[in-house]
């Protein structure tokens, strides 16, 4: 009777097969994240300039309010504007305006300025949708 060695090698092949399978699946899984995470970054980094260009556009309101109550010496209530200076274009701007007068113990009276100034680009739910909101009290007062 003849007997038959069984042959190393046919058994450990299919393991290195596993491995290499597993392997290559690791690295996809790998990749994958890194592409999610790279977009999300980006994404981030965007949505990081647009608020900063938001805030911009929101002072620009404040000191075109400032102007209009303290220079010209009208509060305009409510006033909207778009915005189309480089960086800032798209955004567009609603100033509100309330003033208070002012008499204390010398005569010129004074008033009181209060701006809240509000940017908005894009629309309302929408992902590139930003909007910044500062407010400012300003006055006509002459100076101690």
């Known amino acids: 009777m003849k007997r038959i ?8 092949s299919g393991f290195a097969l596993v491995a290499a399978i597993f392997i290559v699946v690791v690295l996809a899984l790998l990749g994958i994240m890194m592409v999610t995470i790279g977009g999300m970054q980006r994404a981030t980094a965007t949505t990081a300039v647009q608020g900063t260009r938001a805030y911009y556009a929101a002072r620009t309101g404040i000191e075109w309010g400032a102007y209009q ?15 189309s200076a480089p960086g800032l274009d798209g955004f567009s701007v609603t100033v509100e305006c309330t003033s208070t007068p002012h008499q204390e113990h010398g005569p010129p009276p004074y008033n009181v300025y209060v701006l809240i100034a509000t940017a908005t680009s894009g629309a309302f739910g929408d992902a590139d949708y930003v909007s910044r909101t500062l407010k400012a009290t300003v006055t006509n007062a002459p100076p101690p």
């Open 5 to 12: 060695a069984p042959i190393r090698g046919r058994k450990e």
């Open 69 to 83: 109550a303290v220079v010209a010496g009208s509060c305009v209530a409510s006033s909207s504007f778009p915005l």
